[in-house]
């Protein structure tokens, strides 16, 4: 099965730099950089709390099973 991919590289390892350090990624939607703030949303519990009252019916945790590499339904 093909592995899903999230995350991309966006700078190379530097292995003889002092210090060395690790390949840098991203998030693939950030891959070109971060989108840039919405006015008002300061903390994860401002965006959880947004995400409530714009979708108040809609379920908080759930999963997706993947059959042929396609997403089935919700549960």
């Not at 939607?29 to 809609?58: M, R, T, Y």
Request: glycine share 8%.
């Amino acid at each position: 099965m093909a592995q899903k991919r999230y995350i991309v590289e966006v700078e190379k390892a530097k292995e003889a730099a002092t210090p060395s350090f690790g390949p840098v990624y991203r998030s693939l939607f950030a891959k070109d950089g971060f989108p840039p703030p919405i006015e008002g949303l300061h903390s994860c519990w401002d965006v959880f709390h947004l995400s409530v009252e714009k979708n108040p019916k809609q379920p908080m945790l759930g999963r997706r099973e993947f059959i042929d590499g396609k997403a089935g339904k919700y549960k």
